[in-house]
């Protein structure tokens, strides 16, 4: 398998960060949703280190994503039955995955401080909050960062949709040059 894209095909590199990026928001989307009925103490607040671990995971992972795919051109997309109208569809639904991909994590940090608490980062040291508690402000920014990864999710099941339509009904290459080993 090539290290960098081809005009048929993704490389190593840009199919490592996407399925690593996907593992990462799977992870922390279901601590976050299911992090509360951990026991209290001790099993919780090490939920929340991880959660908020892979969160942090997230955004440089993106980063390291973006600046792959700025200097790396991906892959023309297949064509589709669906025309202009599906490569307009499938470029908005990656923008909004990307944009949602850092204001997630930001929405996070801010509640974290917005609750008083420093940001533990990967639990080897912590970023003390900027200020002072507040607890209506870290509820509504709380509620945010939970509306957006619920939409983030939402998206990233239809862009796995989106992509298993175009493998088993438009039968194309769109899934398979995004796979691990497989060539195009």
Known sequence: MRVRNSAQAYGAVAIALHWAVALLVLGAWLLGQFGDDLPRGSPRET?????????????????ARLYWR????????????????????????H?????????VPIAGVLAQFARGHGLPIFGLF??????????NFARNVTEVHEVLS???IALVGLHAIAAL????????????????GRRA
């Open 70 to 93: 700025l200097s790396d051109s991906p892959p023309a997309p297949e064509k589709s039955p669906l025309g202009a109208w599906g490569e307009w569809a499938g470029k908005t639904v």
């Open 126 to 135: 912590e970023i003390a909050s900027p200020w002072v508690e507040d607890r």
């Open 150 to 152: 619920n939409i983030l």
């Open 165 to 180: 339509v175009h493998h088993y009904i438009f039968r194309d290459r769109t899934l398979v040059r995004m796979l691990p």
């Open 47 to 63: 939920g929340l280190l991880v959660h908020t671990s892979l969160g942090l995971a997230i955004v440089a992972f993106v980063a």
């Open 95 to 103: 923008y909004l995955i990307y944009a949602l991909l850092i204001a």
